[in-house]
């Protein structure tokens, strides 16, 4: 009788591949809920912080808000060179130690320029997860699935944004209704309810630590730099030895006369010129779309819809707890729907529900209206524009350029998000929220037109068939 796989092992066989694939995506993905924990956080941190350092003025407060997103800059251009160089891994290990120390360091700061040093460098692990974690998940996922695993990341990120929504209402649960500037500065809150907030992201920051031990290198970088059996090694567990054998073929078909380290300069190629603006503009357009306002300026725009501070941080909570369940959504259409029909529909549902807040905030609406708006934007956002950028990203770029792109696109968004974040309080002094979100919704038709004009859809190819077609 002759011994061979049964139709049974070869599934159970399958069956392992499957959850290992999922376990190091997953694993990967952490550094997107410790960026969107620590990114959002400061949100609910905001009135007791800017009470407890006695900050005055809008300028000052945008620059506690936005001060992060200088190290996030840094640590987005510092990705491409140093993950070409030293790895996917050791980049994403290197970004949970910096995790778990500035979140210690931001709990305990004694003054403000402390703080904001503290944030600063926390920013730059943000910088390395948000470049880092979507595309090792890329360079790992087979295509046929690559859109959910990439939009596990945006998945992690909304789960982290909810964990902080959900910490910072919790500390802050039993605040006194109506409790005045005087009495918040001088209570528990305001002295170390806060530092709670912030010094709570160091215990899913070792978890990440811990995780990233467990997984492999990214099997593209490792054929980058010469290693071709360990290669071999981590798409066979991936996909079995054909498709290990199929991918290294394709990989280094693309590699072929390139050198093991990317000069950024040989990004201003005029073959490479194009997908590398098509880039860029949908990083800096996933920022200036404007929902990132919504959670790092929650408390302004509900105070003017005529909520109170517990108010607030209730429908924070609510915000968070949309924006997940609508990520889910994007999970299940994204490989079916494709990428491009998804962000053309989050840049039109954007645009009509900003108009619609805008003329809310102008005829002196208050409340539950408002509310729904706000909930319905974030609802847009978390199935569109926020999950499936990061896919696009993560994949339209030529393996050889790969590291060296996504940083510069990744730091274009850490940019534009500066810009946002900076200058909402002076937009919403000077504009009124009215002439702000009618802006923003402006921004959002340009999105609109510019998707429309530019995105190819990419649902199912392999990267390397994505590079030909785009690149050549």
Same mark, same amino acid.
């Given at each position: 009788? /002759? +011994?061979? $796989?049964?139709?049974?092992?070869?599934?159970?066989?399958?069956?392992?591949?499957?959850?290992?694939?999922?376990?190091?995506?997953?694993?990967?993905?952490?550094?997107?809920?410790?960026?969107?924990?620590?990114?959002?956080?400061?949100?609910?941190?905001?009135?007791?912080?800017?009470?407890?350092?006695?900050?005055?003025?809008? =300028?000052?407060?945008?620059?506690? +808000?936005?001060?992060?997103?200088?190290?996030?800059?840094?640590?987005?251009?510092?990705?491409?060179?140093?993950?070409?160089?030293?790895?996917?891994?050791?980049?994403?290990?290197?970004?949970?130690?910096?995790?778990?120390?500035? =979140?210690?360091?931001?709990?305990?700061?004694?003054?403000?320029? &402390?703080?904001?040093?503290?944030?600063?460098?926390?920013?730059?692990?943000?910088?390395?997860? =948000? +470049?880092?974690?979507?595309?090792?998940?890329?360079?790992?996922?087979?295509? %046929?699935?690559?859109?959910?695993? &990439?939009?596990?990341?945006?998945?992690?990120?909304?789960?982290?944004?909810?964990?902080?929504q959900f910490v910072n209402w919790w500390l802050v649960r039993a605040l006194p209704a109506g409790a005045d500037d005087a009495f918040i500065r001088s209570s528990w809150y305001g002295q170390s309810g806060?530092?709670?907030?912030? !010094?709570?992201?160091?215990?899913?920051?070792?978890?990440?630590?811990?995780?990233?031990?467990?997984?492999?290198?990214? $099997?593209?970088?490792?054929? /980058?730099?010469?290693?071709?059996?360990?290669?071999?090694?981590?798409?066979? /567990?991936? *996909?079995?030895?054909?498709?290990?054998?199929?991918?290294?073929?394709?990989?280094?078909?693309?590699?072929?006369?390139?050198?093991?380290?990317?000069?950024?300069?040989?990004?201003?190629?005029?073959?490479?010129?194009?997908?590398? &603006?098509? !880039?860029?503009?949908?990083?800096?357009?996933?920022?200036?779309?404007?929902?990132?306002?919504?959670?790092?300026?929650?408390?302004e725009i509900f105070r003017a819809a005529g909520y109170d501070i517990s108010s607030v941080l209730g429908n924070i909570a609510w915000t968070g707890s949309v924006n997940l369940a609508f990520t889910f959504v994007a999970l299940a259409v994204v490989d %079916?729907?494709?990428?491009?029909?998804?962000?053309?529909?989050?840049?039109?549902?954007?645009?009509?529900?900003?108009?619609?807040? !805008?003329?809310?905030?102008?005829? *002196?609406? /208050?409340?539950?209206?408002?509310?729904?708006?706000?909930?319905?934007?974030?609802?847009?956002?978390?199935?569109?524009?926020?999950?499936?950028?990061?896919?696009?990203?993560?994949?339209?770029?030529?393996?050889?350029?790969?590291?060296?792109?996504?940083?510069?696109?990744?730091?274009?968004?850490?940019?534009?998000?500066?810009?946002?974040?900076?200058?909402?309080?002076?937009? +919403?002094?000077?504009?009124? $929220?009215?002439?702000?979100?009618?802006?923003?919704?402006?921004?959002?038709?340009?999105?609109?037109?510019?998707?429309?004009?530019?995105?190819?859809?990419?649902? *199912?190819?392999?990267?390397?068939?994505?590079?030909?077609?785009? &690149?050549?």
């Amino acid at each position: 009788m /002759k +011994n061979g $796989p049964t139709p049974r092992s070869d599934a159970l066989e399958i069956q392992r591949r499957l959850r290992y694939v999922w376990f190091i995506s997953i694993v990967a993905a952490l550094g997107g809920l410790l960026f969107g924990y620590d990114w959002v956080v400061i949100g609910g941190a905001k009135p007791f912080f800017e009470r407890y350092f006695e900050l005055a003025g809008a =300028s000052a407060r945008g620059w506690a +808000n936005s001060c992060a997103l200088i190290g996030c800059l840094i640590g987005a251009m510092a990705a491409g060179v140093l993950s070409d160089r030293f790895g996917r891994k050791r980049l994403l290990l290197a970004s949970a130690l910096v995790f778990i120390v500035t =979140s210690l360091g931001n709990g305990l700061a004694p003054t403000f320029t &402390v703080f904001v040093i503290w944030r600063m460098l926390g920013g730059t692990a943000i910088g390395l997860a =948000s +470049n880092l974690s979507p595309m090792y998940i890329a360079e790992v996922a087979p295509a %046929r699935m690559r859109g959910r695993l &990439v939009s596990v990341n945006q998945l992690t990120i909304v789960i982290g944004i909810l964990s902080a929504q959900f910490v910072n209402w919790w500390l802050v649960r039993a605040l006194p209704a109506g409790a005045d500037d005087a009495f918040i500065r001088s209570s528990w809150y305001g002295q170390s309810g806060w530092r709670w907030m912030f !010094g709570l992201t160091a215990a899913p920051a070792l978890l990440f630590f811990v995780g990233m031990i467990a997984v492999p290198e990214s $099997p593209r970088w490792l054929v /980058k730099n010469g290693q071709i059996e360990r290669a071999r090694r981590v798409l066979a /567990k991936i *996909g079995g030895d054909a498709y290990a054998g199929t991918a290294l073929t394709e990989i280094e078909a693309t590699l072929t006369g390139e050198s093991e380290r990317t000069n950024f300069r040989v990004l201003l190629d005029p073959r490479l010129r194009r997908v590398l &603006v098509l !880039g860029v503009v949908l990083a800096v357009f996933q920022q200036w779309c404007g929902i990132n306002v919504i959670f790092n300026y929650a408390e302004e725009i509900f105070r003017a819809a005529g909520y109170d501070i517990s108010s607030v941080l209730g429908n924070i909570a609510w915000t968070g707890s949309v924006n997940l369940a609508f990520t889910f959504v994007a999970l299940a259409v994204v490989d %079916r729907r494709g990428r491009r029909p998804l962000m053309l529909f989050g840049a039109a549902g954007l645009a009509a529900v900003y108009t619609a807040m !805008g003329i809310g905030y102008a005829a *002196g609406v /208050k409340g539950l209206p408002l509310l729904l708006l706000v909930l319905a934007a974030i609802g847009c956002y978390g199935m569109s524009l926020a999950p499936v950028t990061w896919v696009v990203i993560s994949e339209i770029f030529p393996n050889r350029i790969r590291g060296a792109a996504v940083a510069v696109a990744t730091t274009s968004l850490w940019a534009a998000c500066f810009i946002l974040t900076y200058t909402f309080p002076l937009l +919403n002094k000077g504009l009124g $929220p009215a002439g702000t979100f009618g802006l923003y919704a402006a921004v959002c038709a340009a999105g609109f037109l510019f998707i429309r004009n530019r995105l190819p859809e990419t649902k *199912g190819q392999t990267l390397e068939v994505i590079e030909k077609t785009l &690149v050549g």
